[in-house]
């Protein structure tokens, strides 16, 4: 799908990586393989597809690495989440022409997967693409109607960075270093 | 006296001008601020178009803005945060320190808040026993030495990595190597306890979008995520202009405003926040979040007519990337607490007249800034009027009062020429001129020449074409009028022999340094007199054209904005033609190629960019037969007008900083001239390089005279 490559390009440009995935499974097995390359000893998860959560979890579970994921009791946070390397969440829907992941959380235990742990991985699945930042603007005040007390839309377009110093190009400054996309095509 | 407000500014600059090593520092990251945007724009559909969709959204925003507020307010309650509305800085530093105190608050992690700044809220808080951490890497280095930002998006650019490396060690007690990558692998594990353990989340607001009652906060490094999620309570700075009604709206400046700063489209993060979210599950957990609007000034801004137009601003930056000046001296010496040129009308409506004209002198009036600006903001004619009120109070210093009577000295000069150019030579002279005057001795003047050019095209004796095909009406300005009248000729006699009836209507100059230095009622009393002349012409159905590019960029742009109300204004405008857009039009028949195997570097002065950047003089001359390269920097020479006429730091001495790179570009390209159509720039240029300096019409044959 051209907007999937849109995308991926942008994306990739501003130095993320993107994966395709065939479905839940598939995508769970890509997540674990990101996992054993950043030597996670923990895993924080947001809300993600069942199917997903459940293969990911027996993997991890026969690799000793352990997940946590919500509910998220209040007291054990932040630690609970900035103890693990790796956070994994879903969009709702992804901008092709800006490279952008658009999360959304009425809870911030959910929102910090995506913040505090060095690699961030995001599922999105290939029918939730839109073209342009500003197809976004109608899609976003939908999403304010509809929850009517708090809630947090996050654009997310690659790793965290920084041109404080000289202008130059730095990651991993404070939010995650690494950045993967797995689009799930559920065809 | 008049010029005490500038004796430290020129200290200032003299430092920064001998400061080589800072200075190139900030030449290289304002350099690829410009070219980033730039080629960005190039991808962006629509390229510059936003601008206007932005100045358009802006307007009517504010237009709208207490009704907006409203709705911004109830809407933002309804989900559950506070929201304050505070008059002026001392009513926000309150509310935040009773906020802090009820929750008995210890450690307060910030991300990037320049309104925290124009507020100065830091300091009580700090005074009260927090502590306070900026968690924007550029902020925490300032705050980390005691400064204040240096431009408005890059807060810590003129630190080098070593320097950065140094302030880490001293933070941290332990030795941090110089590079940025060591530098970072410090600052991650420095910072993230501070995101773990603040009470309070201190946050700007970029946008704030009134249907919703959402707030947009945009970063690269996902310090406001974690600033605004984990801390138990949330409070958010946001000035009042920053909220606009819809979604689209609010879009449009997520994506004009990193795309003006660095090219980027969004910033790699950004938050929109309702409400205030839980943190987990469980009851009693006390999450808050608090929104601050403030005032401080700007429902004064919005009923100031000339000022107002500030409010626009998005805070990019782009217009400190562009500026020459701010380009050499940075944003401690331009600058107060907002630096750059739009610093210059925030200062004065929210620190102060004072403030704001200890560096308004700095504005050299390029022009360059209002080319840029995302909302169109006309920051040239808003600084115009800060130095106006400035001078009405205090008066205008010396050499600006000479430069601004400038085309009464070059009618002296001329009138008793060529005596006046053995003067001009003479070294005791200029050195008396520079102490009386303010005119620096360094600088080389053009000769004078007599009979003016007026004179001599009334004398001519060649007829207009007897069936003209076209009238045209010259605009002949000082130079072409007192130093070089041969030029004006050949104009004329370009425009005739392509069938143009040629008049030169009643004119004085165009009166620019009057726009320059800050005397905005004598500039309208000029531009009154000249459009009051030039109108007929255009009524007769005469275009205008000039051979001096400010000259026509005061009839096509200034004239219209000083005289907003005249109908007069806008027609001259609008029969306004840069010269050789004007000689592509109506010359045609280029068999000939006088200028065949000639290979020139063409310069585009700063008030030429409006008007076709130069591309029509380019094509003239290679429908000459020449080469022509353009060669620039993306600002400007250095010259602005008559600035660099001015004695010492704040004039030829800066000017002479602001144009040396633009100096060894020329020089590095392999031509044998520079042809430039300002008269200004030609004397700045020629000095600077000792490359002759040519009018593209001067490079022809000199016509029949006649």
Known sequence: MELIQQFAKRFESLKGVVHTASGDGDAARIALSICADASARAVALSHVPRPFQATFAEGCRD?????????????????????????????????????????????????????????????????????????AAPRLRTLFQENERNCVVSFISGPSRTGDIEMKLTLGVHGPEQAHVIVIDDA | MSDEHITKLKEDIQAAIADPTRREALYTCMKRGRDQRANALLDWPGGAAFREDVRAAKDRCLDQQDELMQRFIANAEQRGAKVFVAKDGPAAIEYVLNVAKKRGAKTVSKSKSLTTEEIELNVPLEEAGLRVVETDLGELIIQLVDERPY??????????????????????????????????????????????????????????????????????????????????????????????????????????????????????????????????????????????????????????ERLKEALRCIRCGACMNICPTYGVVGGHTFGHIYPGPIGIPWTAAVHGLDAASTFSPLCISCGLCKEICPAEIDIPLIIAEVKHRHMKEHGAPKADRTMMAADRFAWLGSATAPVSNWFLKNPLFRRVLENVAGVDRRRTLPPFSRPTFTKQFARRTVAQPAAPNRKVALFIDVYANYNAPKLGMAVVDHLMRAGCDVSVPKQTSSGYPYIAYGDLEKAGAVARRNVASMVLAAREGRDIVSPEPTAAYALKKSYPSLLPDSEDARLVADHTYELFEYLLMVQNGHDAQPLKGRRFGFHCSCHQRPLGSGEAAMEWLRKQGAEVELIETGTCC??????????????????????????????????????????????QLAEGTGIPVIHPLELLQPPQQG
């Open chain 2, 151 to 304: 431009h408005l998006v890059f807060p810590s650019i003129h630190k080098t990595a070593k320097e950065v490396a140094e302030i880490f060690t001293k933070a941290t007690g332990k030795p941090v190597p110089n590079d940025i990558e060591s530098i970072m692998g410090v600052v991650r594990p420095y910072l993230r306890p501070i995101f773990l353990e603040s009470d309070i989340g201190l946050t700007g607001a970029n946008v704030g979008v009134a249907e919703t009652g959402a707030i947009a906060i945009e970063t690269n490094e996902g310090n406001a995520r974690l600033v605004s999620s984990i801390g138990d309570c949330h409070i958010c700075v946001m000035g009042m202009e920053k909220i606009v009604e819809t979604m689209e709206e609010a879009m449009l400046m997520v994506a004009a405003h990193p795309l003006s700063a660095t090219g980027q489209c969004p910033t790699t993060y950004v938050t929109w926040m309702a409400g205030r979210s839980p943190m987990g599950e469980g009851e009693g957990q006390e999450r808050e979040s608090h929104i601050v609007i403030l005032d401080n000034g700007r429902t004064a801004m919005r009923e100031d």
């Open chain 2, 638 to 683: 250095g010259m602005g007008g008559t600035f660099g006429l001015k004695a010492g730091p704040l004039g030829y001495d800066l000017s002479q900083a602001v144009g040396q790179h633009l100096f060894e570009a020329f020089l590095e390209a392999d031509i044998e001239a520079i042809v430039s159509e300002s008269s200004v720039c030609a004397i």
């Open chain 1, 63 to 135: 690799s000793g690495v352990t997940v946590v994921a919500p509910p998220y009791p209040h007291d054990t946070l932040p630690g609970a989440i900035d103890g693990a390397q790796v956070g994994v969440s879903m969009a709702r829907f992804a901008i092709a022409q800006t490279g952008t992941l658009v999360e959304v959380d009425v809870d911030d235990a959910c929102r910090i997967v995506s913040c505090l742990p060095r690699t961030h991985i995001c599922l999105v699945r290939n029918a939730d693409f839109v073209a342009e930042l500003y197809d």
